[in-house]
């Protein structure tokens, strides 16, 4: 860990620690979710194999090249921008379940930490970990009652609604809060960034509705559009068995 990412965990500890606990409770919640789906439709498949695990760390890699990819959205401030490092934790999601979403979402933001550290006294980092897993969480769940392409639409749908909903409000009511304490900058320059930007913005709740809401919307749809296009492409790939278990089957078979 970089001298610089760590004087940053001791300066903001206490945000640390409760992202922490946050992200143990959204594993959890897709454990025990993920554990009754299984069980309701007969899969007796373990939650993580060892293929699995090896899986979440390819897609984690690709997620945290892809968040180092952000561009600016014309309609809010500079410190929110769009990137596509929801793609592979979408796919990981509806390929393995909830808990490998999660889990590529956590090692995701770790490794983009290791590899870029952080400009927002982690807040952007929780926001983009929180933010994301109310999108994948819901979406995976979803598809995993019925794996259809229809299904997955609808999932998706679904997925963008509920990120957009929860994360213009924890923006609003903890993020930009939060923000605003350990950046030590004023809620009052932050807005003034919005405002800047259009004049609608005047508030924390108009920044986030001008801002923060079709930023979500735009992220969502564009993810989803994306992973319903090629996901049943990768998904035989993605599920197929190893080598050796085909191997093992064949001589089996003699």
Known sequence: MSNGLWDSVKENVTFVLVSVGIAAALFLIAWFAEKLLKKKNGDTERILTTRKIALIGVFSAISAVLMLFEFPVFFAPSFYELDFSE???LIGAFA?????GVMIEFCKILLK???KGTSTAFVGDLA????????ILPASI????????????????????IMTVF??????????PTFAVLYGMPL????GMGTAI???ITSVTSLVIFAVAPLNLLKGGSVSLITVLVYKKLSPILKAEPARRTVKTMEAAK
């Not at 393995?96 to 490998?100: A, I, K, M, R, T």
């Not at 983009?128 to 999108?135: D, H, P, R």
């Not at 997955?152 to 679904?158: P, T, Y």
């Not at 994360?167 to 930009?176: D, E, I, S």
């Open 96 to 100: 393995f379940g909830p808990v490998s």
């Open 142 to 161: 979803i598809y995993m009652f019925k794996k259809t392409k229809k299904n997955a639409v609808l999932a998706s749908i679904v997925g963008t609604m």
């Open 128 to 135: 983009n970990f929180v933010i994301g897993c109310s999108f």
């Open 167 to 176: 994360g213009t409000m924890f923006n609003a009511v903890y993020l930009l």
């Open 188 to 191: 009052d320059a932050i807005v």
């Open 198 to 200: 259009n004049s609608n």
């Open 87 to 89: 793609i592979p934790a």
């Open 113 to 115: 930490l290791f590899m």
